[in-house]
C-alpha cells in the first residue's frame, strides 16, 4: 500500500472525490514519478518540434477516441460517477488540442488513424480537428465497443483491408462506473468496468498481435493511478485497471508477442 492510500481510503463519497480532484496537481504530487511534473506536451515528446518523433507511413489505431485522453486530456472523467465534476470543469476543448492523443498522431503525419467509440458522433469533432491539422493523415471513423469480439475483430479487418497493417494501437477505451462501497453496488455496475478496462484490452491486444504476424508493432495501455491505490469507492475502477497492468507485464516480460513492445 503507498503512503498516500491513507489520505485516499477517505474517500467514501462523492463530495470528498470532488474537492480533492479539484487540484489538478492532487493526484501528480502523491504519485511522484519523475523530478518533474509537466501539464502540456513539451519538446522532446512533441514530434512537430523533434522529428525522429514522426510517424510517416504508420498506421494508428486509437481506441476510446470520442472523448477523454483519447479525444482531449481535461482535469475531469465525464463518466456517471463524475457528472458534477464534468460540469465543474467544462472548458473550451479547443484550447487543449495539443494534448490530443489521436490529433498528435496526425501532427505525427501517420499515414492513416483510425479511430473508434461506442458511440460514432463523439469522432466526429476528433476527426474533424485531426483533418485540420494535417489533411494529408487519412482518417477512418469506426463504432466500435471494445467489449465485443465480433467488433475488434471487424474493426482490425476493417483497418487492414483499407491501409494495411496496425503498428501502433492505444488502448484508451476505458470505463468507471458510479462510486459506492462494494457492499451496496450495482453487480452488473460493479462487473462493466472489467468488461472495459480488463477484457476490452485483451480484445485489442489479441487482434493485434495477430494482424502484427512477423511484423514489430507498439501496444499502448491507458493505465491509471487509480491501480495503485485502495479507495472503497473505487473497487472496481482500480483493481480492474491493476488487472490490466499485470496482463501488459504478462505481455512484456512473457513470449506472447515477441514482436511486441
Known amino acids: 500500500m503507498t503512503d498516500c492510500d491513507n489520505l485516499l481510503r477517505r474517500f467514501v463519497d ?9 487540484d489538478p496537481d492532487g493526484v501528480a504530487g502523491l504519485y511522484q ?37 483519447g479525444r482531449v486530456s481535461l ?36 499515414k492513416a488513424v483510425i479511430i473508434c467509440a461506442r458511440t460514432l458522433s463523439w469522432l466526429e469533432e476528433t476527426g474533424t480537428e485531426m483533418y485540420k491539422v494535417n489533411p494529408e493523415t487519412e482518417v477512418l471513423m469506426q463504432q466500435v465497443d471494445v467489449t465485443s469480439e ?51 484490452l485483451y480484445l485489442i491486444a489479441k487482434y493485434f498481435i495477430k494482424n502484427l504476424g512477423e511484423k514489430t508493432g507498439t501496444l499502448v495501455n491507458m493505465s491509471s493511478t487509480n491501480s495503485l491505490s485502495v479507495i472503497p469507492t473505487q473497487s472496481a475502477y482500480g483493481s480492474s485497471k491493476n488487472a490490466a497492468n499485470r496482463l501488459i507485464e504478462q505481455l512484456h516480460w512473457g513470449k506472447f508477442s515477441p514482436s511486441t513492445r
Do not use: C
Request: hydrophobic share 35%; proline share 4%.
Open 14 to 22: 462523492p463530495e470528498t472525490q470532488q474537492r480533492f480532484f479539484q
Open 33 to 69: 514519478f519523475t523530478s518533474k511534473t509537466s501539464h502540456h506536451v513539451y519538446v522532446a515528446i512533441d514530434p512537430t518540434k523533434t522529428p525522429e518523433l514522426e510517424q510517416r507511413g504508420v498506421v494508428v489505431l486509437v481506441t476510446g477516441a470520442g472523448r477523454g485522453i
Open 75 to 110: 482535469p475531469y472523467r465525464e463518466t456517471s460517477s463524475m457528472i458534477d465534476m464534468a460540469k465543474e470543469y467544462a472548458v473550451d476543448a479547443s484550447a487543449h488540442n495539443e494534448q490530443e492523443v489521436a490529433v498528435y498522431f496526425a501532427k505525427a503525419k501517420a
Open 150 to 200: 465480433k467488433d475488434v475483430k471487424s474493426l482490425f479487418d476493417a483497418a487492414n483491408d483499407r491501409y494495411g497493417t496496425v503498428r501502433v494501437a492505444v488502448s484508451n477505451a476505458g470505463r468507471n462506473g458510479e462510486p459506492k462501497l462494494l457492499a451496496d453496488s450495482d453487480t452488473e455496475s460493479w462487473w462493466n468496468d472489467y468488461e472495459t478496462n480488463v477484457k476490452g
